[in-house]
């Protein structure tokens, strides 16, 4: 029988946060197997730390697609909630995570995500970006969640709630060449190759590249596709060096939200976006080809990791660069340049780019010279779509005179990001005695960079006939830069007393963030948060060799982003930071066969920052900043329950199982007219966060067939803040099948064929939530992959 448990740990960055997948890969390559990961080779209760963590299984990973966005191998986890509008996870603006009370969404981040237990830069849409950005699928090697109080030495400026680790597979020590190909629904399409280098004498490396593509599953016109390139390399030794690069490119066509549970009853498969130019602007302000995230990310670093016996320690150094932008079409030309009555409008006939300014006001239609029209007089328009129509006659065709010529913008909003860091941290670990052992672990981080934002406003060439643009813009909105750093520092002991092990530690983060108005339309300004001493601590008592009890806490921050400056006139002088206080509880079993867990956690969250973003049910405000406004509205009481059953019945058969009961409710800033304003009354369930979950699922492995049938419950959520839009609970089911070319014959060794069904039943169901509406969810998707090795 295969080794269920794993007994090797793989330690990212100094981390706690450890699981076997990549050793277990590195042993079977080892004894001359091909490579493969165990099926429950990673520990699923985590390691025996004084929190909670748990990690993905192979069979969560392969109810998934290799097209599929990492994010979504860890949704059976306890706690847990991922949610992506696009069955592929495509689309990064409608991608929702939740763990416990906390959440990562397009309008708010919670939950702290590293590379190889390195920094992610942030989770947001404007020049931050998730794990699917620096790793592809099939080199995942494995991922932690913490999803309380965490490990102190987690690098990430947005763990209010807990840390996702996604970790990358390590080199093989047998050479193979690796080829892929998956085709499936809705035009699905990826190929995949890697090279592994196998030991050169104590070094080793892979190298891969990867592309997919993808249309929606509403209209099925989307364009998305995605270019994935990366490498590793690892070296043997007293220092082991490891280093990492990729770059990621990517074109996604978002989908918009539904408002309201009639809206979702009315037509649960369509999100409102459209697949056809008609000519109306007013109408194709709604194209889905035009909804679009171009993102480039080039992402490398350096580690190094030294046992000197009594002292570890670890180095690292890491560069990120992102560019890219978010696209939409509104239904106008903005008016920036006075040209006169009657004359010709400066924005139609190529006299350059404007840079700043404000707008004078729309221009609709024009007639042939140019020169911009109004509608008739008392002209009421008939429009009845998108977002319930409209009754302003200059946005409708009919109100002004024959041979009137449509107007239109494709509006760019640029990104760009540099950022740069340096990571040291070192244990020592001294026996005090014959049954005292003490570990004291201290770490820096340093992170500099700068981000820059710019929108650029350009004509279509002809509204009428579709959305190709000028290639220069008529107006430049405005251009930002914003330089920014952090700092943290963190100290922990550990004494382990015979079976009882106690944790105590302080960490401390300082943040710096500038705004440069590139126009100088504004005046520069700073915004300089530090942390309190953090404090964070626990205890682990070891009942017998398989059964523990353990409890923590841990006092988390967020720092305030340069999302709050970027609003020029917005008064953020008595915006504070976010913080939150995590206690846990509990009792973990883990025996080689049976793994075993029960939490109870409570959390308060202060200091809440919530984003309160341009769409609603009445459209799009395209003048506006893209991210909105934001606020302190006081904050979220949440506390709850996770259950945790994992099994292994046969040599072949296994089964799992997870329970989450999660009471999260707002509590009130204090200012009754400012809950009020924002919808937000104290007691009400936090938005987007189920308050039950469940997870059952068995799956089949004999070493030449695999099979598995995952079901999960998520309970009702409401959608908005004031507790009026429902989204109904309801059940998805994922399968896979998978055979290995010998159980066919031995010519076909070494070829792998698998088969992946999620949303067996096609179930209709609400997915991501933010912002008080909701993204519809990706029904039935079947893709099949082929998987040559040699």
């Known amino acids: 029988m295969r080794n269920w448990v794993g007994t090797s740990m793989l330690a990212i960055g100094g981390s706690a946060i450890a699981l076997a997948s990549a050793a277990a890969a590195q042993d079977?390559?080892?004894?001359?197997?091909?490579?493969?990961?165990?099926?429950?080779?990673?520990?699923?209760?985590?390691?025996?730390?004084?929190?909670?963590?748990n990690a993905v299984t192979e069979p969560m990973a392969l109810q998934q697609t290799p097209i599929t966005s990492p994010l979504a191998q860890i949704d059976n986890l306890p706690g847990v909630n991922v949610q992506e509008g696009d069955t592929f996870g495509f689309d990064d603006w409608s991608t929702s995570v939740s763990i416990r009370g906390f959440q990562t969404n397009l309008g708010t981040q919670e939950i702290g995500m590293t590379i190889d237990g390195l920094p992610n830069g942030g989770s947001n849409y404007g020049g931050g970006a998730k794990a699917n950005r620096y790793i592809d699928t099939m080199n995942i090697g494995g991922v932690a969640v913490s999803q309380g109080t965490a490990d102190i030495g987690s690098l990430s400026n947005e763990a209010l709630g807990g840390t996702i680790n996604f970790m990358t597979s390590d080199p093989l020590r047998e050479r193979r060449i690796?080829?892929?190909?998956?085709?499936?629904?809705?035009?699905?399409?990826?190929?995949?190759?890697?090279?592994?280098?196998?030991?050169?004498?104590?070094?080793?490396?892979?190298?891969?590249?990867?592309?997919?593509?993808?249309?929606?599953?509403?209209?099925?016109?989307?364009?998305?596709?995605?270019?994935?390139?990366?490498?590793?390399?690892?070296?043997?030794?007293?220092?082991?060096?490891?280093?990492?690069?990729?770059?990621?490119?990517?074109?996604?066509?978002?989908?918009?939200?539904?408002?309201?549970?009639?809206?979702?009853?009315?037509?649960?498969?369509?999100?409102?976006?459209?697949?056809?130019?008609?000519?109306?602007?007013?109408?194709?302000?709604?194209?889905?080809?035009?909804?679009?995230?171009?993102?480039?990310?080039?992402?490398?670093?350096?580690?190094?990791?030294?046992?000197?016996?009594?002292?570890?320690l670890n180095g690292a150094g890491y560069y990120h660069h992102n560019h890219g932008r978010g696209d939409w079409v509104p239904p106008y030309i903005v008016d920036v340049?006075?040209?006169?009555?009657?004359?010709?409008?400066?924005?139609?006939?190529?006299?350059?780019?404007?840079?700043?300014?404000?707008?004078?006001?729309?221009?609709?239609?024009?007639?042939?010279?140019?020169?911009?029209?109004?509608?008739?007089?008392?002209?009421?328009?008939?429009?009845t779509f998108p977002y319930g129509g409209t009754s302003f006659g200059g946005y409708d065709p009919a109100c002004y005179p024959a041979g009137a010529v449509?107007?239109?913008?494709?509006?760019?909003?640029?990104?760009?990001?540099?950022?740069?860091?340096?990571?040291?941290?070192?244990?020592?670990?001294?026996?005090?005695?014959?049954?005292?052992?003490?570990?004291?672990?201290?770490?820096?981080?340093?992170?500099?960079?700068?981000?820059?934002?710019?929108?650029?406003?350009?004509?279509?060439?002809?509204?009428?006939?579709?959305?190709?643009?000028?290639?220069?813009?008529?107006?430049?909105?405005?251009?930002?830069?914003?330089?920014?750093?952090?700092?943290?520092?963190?100290?922990?002991?550990?004494?382990?007393?015979?079976?009882?092990?106690?944790?105590?530690?302080?960490?401390?983060?300082?943040?710096d963030i500038e705004r440069n108005d590139v126009f100088g339309q504004s005046a520069s300004t700073s915004l300089d948060t530090k942390s309190d001493v953090l404090l964070s601590g626990g205890v682990r008592f070891d009942l017998t060799r398989d059964l523990q009890l353990f409890g923590g806490y841990a006092e988390n921050y967020r720092a305030l982003t340069d999302a709050v400056l970027e609003n020029p006139a917005a008064d953020f002088s008595e915006l504070e930071p976010e913080t939150s206080e995590n206690w846990e509880g509990?009792?973990?079993?883990?025996?080689?066969?049976?793994?075993?867990?029960?939490?109870?956690?409570?959390?308060?969250?202060?200091?809440?920052?919530?984003?309160?973003?341009?769409g609603t049910a009445a459209g799009q405000d395209y003048l506006g900043g893209e991210n909105g406004t934001y606020f302190n509205v006081g904050g979220i009481d949440s506390e709850g329950v996770e259950l945790l059953l994992a099994a292994r019945l046969t040599d072949t058969v296994s089964v799992y199982g997870s329970y989450t009961h999660i009471d999260a409710t707002y509590r009130g800033s204090g200012d009754t007219s400012g809950d009020e304003a924002l919808n937000l009354t104290p007691g009400n369930r936090v938005a987007g966060i189920p308050k039950n979950m469940l997870v059952a699922s068995a799956d089949y492995d004999d070493d030449r067939l695999r099979a598995g049938l995952s079901a999960k419950m998520t309970g009702e959520r409401w959608v908005d803040a004031a507790n009026t839009f429902l989204a109904d609970d309801y059940v998805t089911l994922d399968a896979y099948v998978g055979?290995?070319?010998?159980?066919?014959?031995?010519?076909?060794?070494?070829?792998?064929?698998?088969?992946?069904?999620n949303n067996l039943l096609d179930e209709?169901?609400?997915?991501?939530?933010?912002?008080?509406?909701?993204?519809?969810?990706?029904?039935?998707?079947?893709?099949?992959?082929?998987?040559?090795?040699?």
């Open 28 to 53: 079977r390559a080892a004894e001359g197997l091909d490579g493969e990961l165990p099926m429950d080779s990673i520990v699923v209760t985590g390691v025996p730390a004084t929190y909670t963590n």
């Open 406 to 511: 449509p107007v239109q913008s494709y509006r760019h909003t640029h990104y760009d990001r540099d950022r740069y860091g340096v990571t040291a941290d070192g244990a020592w670990t001294a026996d005090l005695s014959a049954t005292v052992t003490n570990t004291l672990r201290a770490g820096l981080w340093y992170e500099d960079g700068e981000r820059s934002e710019w929108r650029n406003w350009h004509q279509l060439v002809d509204a009428r006939v579709g959305p190709d643009f000028e290639n220069t813009p008529y107006w430049t909105q405005y251009s930002r830069e914003f330089p920014q750093s952090t700092f943290k520092w963190w100290v922990e002991d550990q004494v382990a007393f015979g079976p009882l092990t106690v944790t105590g530690g302080i960490k401390q983060f300082q943040n």
């Open 337 to 383: 340049t006075d040209d006169g009555a009657g004359n010709p409008e400066s924005e139609l006939v190529g006299n350059g780019t404007v840079d700043g300014g404000a707008p004078r006001g729309q221009i609709y239609y024009v007639d042939g010279s140019g020169r911009a029209l109004a509608p008739f007089a008392g002209c009421t328009a008939s429009l």
């Open 586 to 614: 509990g009792v973990r079993f883990n025996n080689g066969l049976v793994q075993a867990s029960a939490t109870y956690f409570n959390t308060v969250f202060d200091n809440r920052v919530v984003f309160i973003g341009p």
């Open 739 to 757: 055979v290995r070319g010998e159980a066919i014959g031995e010519l076909l060794r070494g070829i792998d064929l698998s088969l992946v069904v």
């Open 178 to 312: 690796r080829f892929s190909a998956s085709a499936g629904e809705f035009d699905a399409l990826r190929f995949y190759t890697r090279y592994d280098t196998g030991d050169l004498g104590g070094v080793r490396a892979w190298i891969s590249a990867s592309h997919q593509e993808a249309t929606d599953h509403v209209t099925e016109t989307a364009q998305n596709q995605r270019d994935h390139l990366a490498a590793k390399f690892v070296t043997d030794g007293p220092v082991r060096l490891t280093g990492y690069a990729s770059y990621d490119d990517t074109h996604e066509d978002n989908y918009d939200q539904v408002y309201s549970a009639e809206q979702f009853a009315q037509n649960p498969d369509s999100d409102g976006l459209t697949g056809e130019w008609v000519g109306i602007p007013y109408i194709d302000q709604v194209y889905r080809r035009a909804w679009s995230t171009l993102r480039e990310n080039v992402f490398t670093y350096l580690k190094a990791e030294a046992d000197l016996g009594s002292l570890a």
């Open 764 to 790: 209709d169901h609400i997915a991501g939530i933010s912002g008080n509406a909701a993204w519809i969810g990706a029904p039935r998707t079947v893709v099949a992959t082929a998987t040559l090795d040699f």
